[in-house]
């Protein structure tokens, strides 16, 4: 996932420039693209996005029209573009760039977990509802200057954990395997017992960030909710070396 390229356009949906920007954006990725890329996706969270909205009137009534039909319209550079939702994009966009407008954090989640996806050129609905993701990625903002991805992590005996976690998973798909569950529990409850702070929405975040499928790093998450929600801390009791598996995360091996 880190080699695709993320730009968000943080202009409001409503003015025709944003459309602009998000198109050559578009277009310069998918020119750059090792094979060149042909295929640009216009993503919105309907089709009925396509009609009496701004966007509609940004592209042109004819335009829109094409797009809602299932046409392709030409772009420059030999790129083409057509129109998709999350629910016709189907699981993997391979060597497409994807414009996601009216985008929010939930639209760009699931586009991380989507495979072959050259670049996305995010245009938020609202200021702020792509901040999950900015934060996430470090993707290029337009007008600012570029920022690292931020550290999701802060605590490294957690990070080091998580990446116990990793090793031990199949992140590979949507759905968490029961067993790598119960890895999971396990490990939580030894950092809890040890007096460590789990943040659900970091853990997921980071696990996305690491290649775990969106999905997969969400029932994470709730996995990290359950521990730290219990009432006090967890007995060790009966897991196998919980103080000498804390003392190797905690050595930073």
């Known amino acids: 996932m880190s080699k695709v390229i993320r730009v968000v356009v943080p202009l409001d949906p409503m003015e025709e420039q944003s459309w602009h920007l998000a ?4 277009v310069k990725i998918a020119c750059e693209g090792t094979p060149r890329a042909t295929d640009v996706i216009l993503l919105t969270h309907t089709k009925d996005q396509l009609r009496n909205t701004s966007l509609a009137g940004h ?4 335009a829109a029209k094409a797009l809602g039909s299932g046409a392709r319209l030409d772009l420059k550079a030999g790129a083409t573009l057509r129109h998709a939702t999350l629910r016709t ?12 407008f009216y985008a929010e954090d939930r639209m760009l989640e699931a586009l991380d977990g989507l495979a072959g996806v050259l670049g996305i050129v995010a245009v938020p609905d609202l200021a702020g509802q792509a901040d999950g993701w900015i934060k996430r990625w470090g993707p290029v903002v337009h007008g600012s ?6 550290k999701l992590i802060d605590d490294p005996v957690v990070e ?5 976690i990793t090793t031990l998973s199949n992140i590979a798909y949507d759905v968490m395997h ?15 017992a040890k007096g460590h702070t789990l943040d659900p929405t970091k853990i997921k ?7 775990w499928k969106p999905g997969c790093a969400e029932e994470l998450a709730k996995v990290a909710a359950k521990v730290m929600k219990l009432a006090r801390k967890p007995s060790l009791a009966g897991f196998h070396e ?9 050595g930073g091996h």
Do not use: M
């Open 59 to 62: 592209l042109g009534i004819n």
């Open 242 to 250: 919980p103080h000498d598996r804390y003392a190797w995360w905690k």
């Open 178 to 192: 029961t067993r790598d569950k119960q890895h999971a529990d396990e490990i939580f409850r030894i950092l809890r």
């Open 89 to 100: 994009l189907g699981h993997s966009a391979r060597n497409a760039v994807i414009i996601a």
């Open 145 to 150: 200057p570029r920022a690292a991805p931020e």
């Open 205 to 211: 975040s980071w696990a996305i960030r690491r290649g």
């Open 160 to 164: 080091r954990a998580l990446e116990a």
């Open 23 to 26: 198109a050559a954006y578009a």
